[in-house]
C-alpha cells in the first residue's frame, strides 16, 4: 500500500527538497518533446541506451504505465547566485542523480517492478555501450522523464508541485511508479 507520509520522510531522507504523489492520469507522452529530442541539443539523440530512439516509443511508454496506479514524484532545488551559477546547477544536478539512485534501490525492496524516470541522459559509463552491446548495468537503466516524452513542469503542476522555485533557482524531478 502507498503511504505518501512515508515516502515524503524517506524522500526527504534521501536529500530531495519537495516531493508529491504522482497521479497516473496526468503522465501525457507528446510527439512534441520527442521532436524536440530530435533536434538533439543537448547531443543524446541515439546515443544511449537511455535516451530516443532507444529507450522505448511513446506507444511503448504508454503502455509501460499502464501497470501502475500510483507513484512519486521527486525534486532537488538549488539556489544560485544568478542565472550563470554553473557550478550551483552542475552540484545540484549531480546531488540529484546520487539521491535517486540511492532512494531507487530503497524503493526497489518493496516495489522490485517500479519503473523510474529520471533526469538528463544517462552518463554512468564514459562511453555508452549503445548500440554494440547491451547496457552495461540494466538496473540502473531509466528514461529522463523529457527522454520518455513527458513535459516536466506540466506533470509537476498537474500533481501539485511547484516547478519554478523561484527567482535563480533551478529544479532537477525525477518519479518512481510504484503499484
Ligand atoms: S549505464 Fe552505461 S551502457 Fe547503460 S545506458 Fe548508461 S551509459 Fe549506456
Given at each position: 500500500?502507498?503511504?505518501?507520509?512515508?515516502?515524503?520522510?524517506?524522500?526527504?531522507?534521501?536529500?530531495?527538497?519537495?516531493?508529491?504523489?504522482?497521479?497516473?492520469?496526468?503522465?501525457?507522452?507528446?510527439?512534441?518533446?520527442?521532436?524536440?529530442?530530435?533536434?538533439?541539443?543537448?547531443?543524446?539523440?541515439?546515443r544511449t541506451w537511455a535516451c530516443?530512439?532507444?529507450?522505448?516509443?511513446?506507444?511503448?511508454?504508454?503502455?509501460?504505465?499502464?501497470?501502475?496506479?500510483?507513484?512519486?514524484?521527486?525534486?532537488?532545488?538549488?539556489?544560485?547566485?544568478?542565472?550563470?551559477?554553473?557550478?550551483?546547477?552542475?552540484?545540484?544536478?549531480?546531488?540529484?542523480?546520487?539521491?535517486?539512485?540511492?532512494?531507487?534501490?530503497?524503493?526497489?525492496?518493496?516495489?522490485?517492478?517500479?519503473?523510474?524516470?529520471?533526469?538528463?541522459g544517462c552518463s554512468r559509463c564514459a562511453k555508452c555501450a549503445y548500440p554494440?552491446?547491451?547496457c552495461r548495468?540494466?538496473?540502473?537503466?531509466?528514461?529522463?522523464?523529457?527522454?520518455?516524452?513527458?513535459?516536466?513542469?506540466?506533470?509537476?503542476?498537474?500533481?501539485?508541485?511547484?516547478?519554478?522555485?523561484?527567482?535563480?533557482?533551478?529544479?532537477?524531478?525525477?518519479?518512481?511508479?510504484?503499484?
Amino acid at each position: 500500500m502507498l503511504d505518501m507520509e512515508k515516502l515524503g520522510k524517506l524522500a526527504a531522507d534521501f536529500g530531495f527538497t519537495a516531493w508529491g504523489e504522482l497521479d497516473m492520469s496526468t503522465l501525457e507522452f507528446k510527439p512534441e518533446v520527442r521532436d524536440m529530442c530530435e533536434a538533439n541539443t543537448c547531443g543524446q539523440w541515439n546515443r544511449t541506451w537511455a535516451c530516443p530512439p532507444a529507450c522505448g516509443t511513446l506507444e511503448e511508454m504508454r503502455e509501460k504505465v499502464k501497470g501502475y496506479h500510483r507513484g512519486i514524484l521527486v525534486q532537488t532545488v538549488g539556489q544560485m547566485e544568478d542565472s550563470f551559477d554553473i557550478e550551483t546547477m552542475m552540484e545540484t544536478a549531480a546531488n540529484h542523480k546520487k539521491n535517486f539512485d540511492a532512494l531507487w534501490d530503497e524503493l526497489r525492496k518493496e516495489w522490485p517492478g517500479l519503473m523510474a524516470m529520471g533526469t538528463g541522459g544517462c552518463s554512468r559509463c564514459a562511453k555508452c555501450a549503445y548500440p554494440d552491446a547491451p547496457c552495461r548495468f540494466p538496473d540502473k537503466l531509466c528514461p529522463s522523464m523529457e527522454g520518455a516524452g513527458l513535459v516536466v513542469n506540466e506533470v509537476c503542476t498537474a500533481n501539485g508541485l511547484k516547478y519554478n522555485h523561484g527567482k535563480d533557482t533551478i529544479c532537477y524531478t525525477g518519479c518512481y511508479l510504484l503499484d
